[in-house]
């Protein structure tokens, strides 16, 4: 950002070498007959000066519009102020602004030029003094149109611009816009340029052009940025289109395992591209990475009678143990998968070896329900379910637990039908006991 400020103060001070500072206009006419400005918004005080600065009345686009926008209308025949209090805000320091030796400009939109413009300044003491020398300075004056310039002397501590504009009798002054253009390059305590918005910031755009007006550098409001040739960080003599003596760090790369290349370099820092699969003979011996080299089979793990361990966090997260056991969260995984910790899953298949349909054979016997009451209470859990004790010590196996406690169902439902049955029976005995009651009763009344 040095370098940049420097340069541009340099095309800063060319330009001013080139024109009068007195009369920063050309003899060029805009739309409407507007002279056009040389001044660059980079060095105008006030540009957006109703964010930056207390503005009344707030005239928006008033210090940022174009010569050929009418913003703030004088009704013919009488006089209006506007004041801008440059610390009001908080931009420039309760003192004031520094060194603000320089020109006030105030443009006309076409011919709508005021019968007189003047202004007064107030310093960081509460003193007013008078723009010295406000007079109209347009090259097209002798036609109506009007850009006049007033002088801000170089006493210290500028606080506050009073500027009055006066229409004629017979039409309204139109401004256009209103400008200040100071001398000295450390505007605002900032080395080289001025902020246009916050301190120690550009707000304007930067356009850097060689002398055939073609853009070569171009820095925007927004932080985007153009460069035509090489670019050096840390070093003053780039060789390539970016070049850093210093480390590179890219936070943003979005991942892709799609993508088969890899950036490498060499022994000068030069960046290059290669084949993953280009890699397999510059990797350790004891290593193998699948690529194309290896026919349709793909892979990465160890070639040695050595256990695989998974780092993250430089912590071993999980490990494929030699002899092909997996565990996760433990070192020594005693089974093909040992898990130390909470299993997440939406769905769990397990393939058992056997399946207790067999429960509704006919030829199987169910065991007589007082024989489960005494087995209940000399075990205290069902025949064929592992107690808690033995859960506790050995483990649960899902498919032989799923298959012991389907056949328990089975069980259940075929007690649960044989007890139906009964029920049933003992309703329709009930049925025809009640039919046979009138008779039983009248026999006995007899």
């Given at each position: ?46 540009y ?13 686009g ?17 006089s ?30 076409s ?10 300044v107030?310093?960081a ?11 109209n ?17 170089s006493?210290n ?62 820095i ?13 960080i ?23 395992n799609?993508?088969g ?69 433990t ?71 799923q298959?012991a ?7 259940l ?9 009964k ?16 008779l ?7």
């Amino acid at each position: 950002m040095k370098r940049t400020s420097g340069i541009a103060l340099f095309l800063l001070l060319t330009w001013q070498q080139g024109f009068s500072q007195a009369s920063p206009y050309t003899s060029l006419l805009g739309a409407f007959g507007q002279p056009r400005q040389l001044i660059g918004e980079l060095t105008d005080v006030l540009y957006n000066a109703t964010i930056r600065f207390t503005v009344t009345p707030n005239v928006p686009g008033l210090f940022n519009a174009d010569v050929n926008d009418v913003n703030w209308v004088v009704a013919a025949g009488t006089s209006s102020d506007l004041t801008i209090d440059l610390t009001g805000k908080g931009e420039v320091g309760p003192n004031g602004l520094t060194y603000p030796e320089g020109y006030l400009y105030v443009s006309f939109y076409s011919t709508g030029a005021a019968e007189t413009v003047t202004g007064q300044v107030q310093y960081a003491d509460g003193s007013w003094a008078t723009l010295d020398n406000f007079i109209n300075i347009s090259p097209n004056a002798a036609g109506g149109y009007a850009v006049y310039q007033g002088w801000i002397n170089s006493r210290n501590w500028l606080k506050v611009i009073k500027l009055t504009v006066t229409a004629p009798a017979g039409s309204p002054a139109l401004v256009a816009r209103v400008e200040y253009d100071r001398l000295r390059a450390d505007y605002e305590l900032v080395p080289a340029m001025v902020t246009k918005y916050a301190s120690n910031k550009f707000y304007a755009p930067i356009l850097f052009q060689d002398g055939n007006n073609t853009n070569q550098a171009f820095i925007a409001a927004d932080g985007s940025a153009f460069l035509s040739n090489h670019l050096g960080i840390g070093t003053s003599s780039p060789t390539a289109q970016l070049h850093t003596t210093g480390s590179v760090r890219f936070a943003g790369l979005g991942n892709d395992n799609t993508q088969g290349k890899i950036v490498v370099e060499d022994a000068n820092g030069n960046l290059f591209y290669r084949d993953i699969a280009s890699l397999s003979s510059a990797l350790p011996a004891a290593w193998g990475f699948g690529g194309n080299t290896v026919g349709a089979l793909k892979g990465i793990g160890t070639l040695d009678n050595f256990d695989l361990p998974l780092i993250a966090n430089n912590t071993e997260q999980m490990r494929v143990t030699a002899s092909g056991n997996v565990g996760i969260g433990t070192t020594t995984p005693q089974s093909r998968l040992a898990v130390n910790g909470t299993i997440t899953a939406k769905q769990v298949k397990v393939t058992p070896t056997g399946w207790p349909d067999y429960v509704f054979d006919s030829s199987y016997r169910l065991l007589p329900l007082p024989g489960i009451e005494k087995y209940i209470r000399a075990h205290k859990h069902l025949p064929e379910i592992m107690p808690a004790a033995q859960v506790r010590q050995e483990g649960l196996d899902l498919g032989d637990n799923q298959a012991a406690l389907l056949k328990k169902i089975e069980e259940l439902t075929l007690y649960v039908i044989e007890l139906d049955k009964k029920v049933e029976r003992l309703a329709k005995e009930n049925k025809e006991l009640k039919k046979k009651m009138p008779l039983i009763n009248s026999h006995k009344t007899k």
